[in-house]
């Protein structure tokens, strides 16, 4: 059925109201769009089966695929878990609020939807204003995937959510951009070696240094036909633009040709290429058609522009956009390479 998606913009003056009836949306059981510090969400309320089946029919979502339940403190997340481990309550301490999703094994009072069956619950406090206000003022555990159409970039601006939800979804909190990009660090912490199954912002180095030894369990390629995976999501193609995507990774100087080959290539076969850059290579190319995603030595700035870009390339009827991948790829830039060779058709290394 078609929605009337309500669009709450925030402002000081009436602030307060808004958060109130869009938490009165979320705790009738409809779904709200709001932002976190990575990426916009979509809400509705995690202990409501009947909301939550709203989420996966305005997403287009798999239905094996689980959710993460935001909550805005340690005392809601008792609730929704067996028990904290150890090592769990220490990663609680020092990065919550923010953007890490920690999996523990669930209570009874989550429906199976939210988990997509499993006996783990991903559960997170976001670091966000505005995210905070409307879980405190609902007063539930939200659930809340990100809020794109599946398998679409996720979105950073209101506008990106309205571009794949707006007529899906009961409302959304227009609250500007969000800060990082990419999506939280997603780690289980239910077996005895705490292991990552989405790089973020908070990387393996600094979750080992207060807890010691973590596994790394997720990989860079997209595996349709696998059946059994830790974390659900990561075998569906992901963060796909309409156009063919090819990375080209390796050094700025060995990058930079390759690309201008590639696209004369293309211009010869009548395709139209877009381009992905790093403020350095930007010099090298035509404006026209081309989006920098910042200096490939500060890979936060690439974090926060990929998804943008893609969106932004997507919307110029594109044939092939070709990413620039002589950013950094240690901390954030880990993500920011993971989201790109699982968007890419071809990975070219030079
Ligand atoms: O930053 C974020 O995490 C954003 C914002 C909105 O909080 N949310 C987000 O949610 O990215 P989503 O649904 O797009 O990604 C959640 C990921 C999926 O890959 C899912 O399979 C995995 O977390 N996941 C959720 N629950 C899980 C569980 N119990 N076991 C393993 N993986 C789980
Ligand atoms: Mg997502």
Redesign the pocket.
């Known amino acids: 059925m078609e929605k009337n998606t309500k669009v709450f913009h925030i402002n000081k003056k009436t602030h307060e109201e808004q958060i109130q009836d869009a938490a009165q949306i979320l705790k009738e059981g409809g779904t709200v769009a709001f932002p ?1 510090e ?4 979509l809400g509705a309320d995690a202990l409501n089966e009947e909301a939550v089946m709203q989420i996966f029919e305005a997403k287009g979502r798999p239905a094996d ?4 339940i ?1 909550v805005d403190s340690k005392e809601t997340c008792l609730q929704l878990v067996k028990n904290i481990p150890e090592k769990a309550s220490i990663l609680m301490e020092i990065f919550w609020p923010g ?1 890490l ?1 920690l ?1 523990m094994k669930r209570s009874e009072i989550i429906p199976d939807i939210t ?1 997509g069956g ?1 006996d ?3 559960v ?1 406090i ?1 670091e966000n204003k505005i995210a905070l206000e409307l879980i405190k003022c609902a007063g539930i555990p939200i659930a ?3 809020a794109n159409l599946s398998g679409k970039p ?1 979105p950073t601006t209101a506008e990106h959510v309205l571009s794949d939800l707006s007529g899906r979804i009961d409302a959304l909190i227009d609250g500007g951009d969000v800060s990082i990009g990419v ?2 660090t ?1 780690i ?1 912490m239910s077996s005895d070696i705490p292991a990552i ?2 790089p973020g912002k908070i990387s393996k180095e600094e979750l080992e240094r207060y807890i010691g030894e973590v596994k790394i369990a997720y990989d860079d390629k997209v595996h349709p036909e696998s059946g059994t995976v ?5 075998k569906y193609t992901h963060y796909s633009p309409r156009s063919d995507l090819i990375l080209v990774e390796g050094e700025h100087d060995n990058v930079v040709p390759k690309i201008k080959e590639l696209i004369k290539d293309y211009s010869q076969r009548n395709a139209k290429t877009g381009l992905l850059l790093t403020e350095e290579s930007k010099s090298e190319f035509p404006a026209h058609l081309s989006y920098s995603m910042g200096k490939k030595d500060k890979p936060e700035q690439a974090a926060k522009y990929l998804f943008f870009g893609l969106r932004y390339l997507d919307e110029r009827n594109i044939d092939i956009i070709i990413v620039d991948g002589s950013f950094r790829a240690d901390g954030i830039g880990m993500a920011v390479f993971n989201r790109v060779r699982k968007a890419a058709d071809i990975i070219i290394k030079v």
């Open positions: 976190t990575t990426v916009y969400g695929n689980p959710l993460i935001h953007p999703t999996i988990t499993l783990t619950v991903a997170r976001p809340a995937p990100s996720s999506e939280s997603v289980d199954l989405r830790r974390s659900p999501g990561m």
